[in-house]
């Protein structure tokens, strides 16, 4: 049936809700549930609201019909059902007031906040003495078919014993990353209807990366371990960069490994690399940081191709570089010998025997003698040349 203020005004016989002294504002700090529908009562006395509307179940006179679609209302405004045991509603939003309207206040690390609005007084048995949570993993349970029995943990005591004002609590020892439902009710001592069933998922923080960075020329390559999610899943991480001392971050990459180079920098300059990881829950990790210089890479010959051996004979032979000697930016190695005094005539004091395979060996013939050796290879556009000097004695 339609029912605008004239309606409801003739069929209870109360005054309208926008005469005096009209509905309370709802401040800040108030729990909404208990300002959504005014004049409820309490202490065991309904207010003028409360089942004010009889015969008022789905093919009553009195349903509450949808103006849009023309079909029952069966819940409130908190998911309740509409219509108490005796086929009787209230005027306002909310229906069920002897049964707590419970939500999910935060969540952390194994623990769940929750926070309920006070329900009223049963008009038996007495004042509400405190509260009771039932909770558990799975498929949430019906308030309203589950009877008295918990289904899950519990029922056990939260809140303040014996203040029925304290409608907040915390249920601790959870597992990280799985969800769970809830249930509040009022005891007194005798248990009162269950509340709604709001579910929650509480999670840790997740580990924060600790990269590690290996300049090159041009780049940095930067690594770090696998963290965990806290309980979420660890879907990737995303790599940052900025020069050292400014505040603007670049993003680099979005990344599912361990691994990123960040290419394109300046060599000499110094820059700071972040690294974060993101969480299936939308969340995220905080920023791992480190620093590293890009530069040219020293040049060196590969495998210690170039011998520099520590000493020279007098007379005899010794080799200087293996056959084929190349340094770790590809470059080929150069020998270079000046052995002192020079030759005169066919005389020798020295020989340098160079084959083709690159090998490189000196043959001294009994004189005394000052030998300079020259190892070297030409700069790349990533390295430094290589330049190395050896003097001997013999």
Same mark, same amino acid.
């Given at each position: ?10 069929l209870?016989?109360n005054?309208?809700?926008? =005469? +005096?002294?009209?509905l309370?504002? #709802?401040? /800040?700090g ?6 959504? @529908? %005014?004049l409820?009562? $309490?202490?065991g006395m309904?207010?003028?609201?409360i ?34 045991g ?13 049964a ?13 906040d ?12 007495g ?14 349970? =019906? +308030?309203?078919?589950?009877?008295t #029995?918990? /289904?899950?943990?519990?029922p056990?005591?939260?809140? @303040? %014993?014996?203040?029925? $004002?304290a ?12 969800q ?8 007194n ?5 269950w ?55 670049q993003h ?13 920098l300046?060599?000499?300059t ?43 004979p ?25 052995c ?10 020295c ?13 001294t ?5 000052k ?10 556009s ?10 001997y004695?013999?």
């Amino acid at each position: 049936m339609d029912q605008d203020a004239a309606a409801l005004n003739a069929l209870t016989g109360n005054v309208l809700l926008t =005469d +005096p002294p009209g509905l309370p504002t #709802a401040l /800040p700090g108030f729990f909404y549930p208990t300002t959504v @529908t %005014p004049l409820l009562g $309490a202490g065991g006395m309904p207010g003028v609201l409360i089942d004010a509307i009889a015969d008022a179940e789905p093919g009553g006179v009195n349903v509450l019909l949808n103006p849009i679609d023309g079909l029952p209302i069966t819940t409130d405004a908190l998911g309740n059902p509409r219509v108490d045991g005796n086929d009787a509603r209230n005027i306002g939003a909310v229906q069920l007031t002897l049964a707590p309207h419970l939500v999910v206040g935060g969540t952390s690390s194994q623990k769940v906040d929750l926070a309920w609005s006070r329900p009223l007084d049963p008009s038996a048995g007495g004042p509400i003495t405190g509260y009771e949570v039932c909770y558990g993993t799975g498929t949430p349970p =019906d +308030p309203s078919t589950m009877g008295t #029995a918990c /289904p899950g943990t519990g029922p056990t005591v939260i809140g @303040t %014993p014996g203040d029925p $004002a304290a409608t907040d609590g915390s249920v601790s020892g959870l597992t990280n990353g799985t969800q769970y439902w809830f249930l509040v009710r009022g005891v007194n001592p005798g248990p009162g209807p269950w509340s709604n069933v709001p579910t929650a998922i509480p999670l840790g923080s997740p580990g924060v990366p600790s990269p590690a960075a290996i300049p090159g020329a041009g780049a940095v390559a930067v690594s770090w371990a696998a963290v965990s999610g806290g309980g979420s899943a660890v879907t990737g991480y995303q790599v940052l960069y900025r020069p050292a001392g400014t505040s603007s971050w670049q993003h680099f990459i979005d990344t599912t490994g361990l691994t990123a180079t960040v290419t394109g920098l300046t060599n000499g300059t110094t820059y700071e690399f972040g690294v974060f990881a993101t969480l299936s829950s939308g969340d995220v990790s905080a920023l791992g940081t480190t620093q590293a210089t890009p530069g040219k890479l020293a040049q060196v010959p590969v495998a210690g191709c170039a011998m520099a051996p520590k000493q020279l004979p007098r007379k005899g032979a010794k080799r200087l570089q293996k056959a084929g000697c190349i340094t770790n930016a590809g470059q080929r190695v150069k020998v270079k010998v000046n052995c002192g005094p020079t030759n005169r005539g066919d005389l020798k004091y020295c020989k340098v025997i160079r084959k083709k395979n690159g090998k490189v060996k000196i043959r001294t013939f009994g004189y005394k003698l000052k030998i300079k050796v020259t190892w070297k290879a030409k700069a790349t556009s990533d390295y430094t040349k290589y330049k190395k000097k050896r003097k001997y004695k013999t």
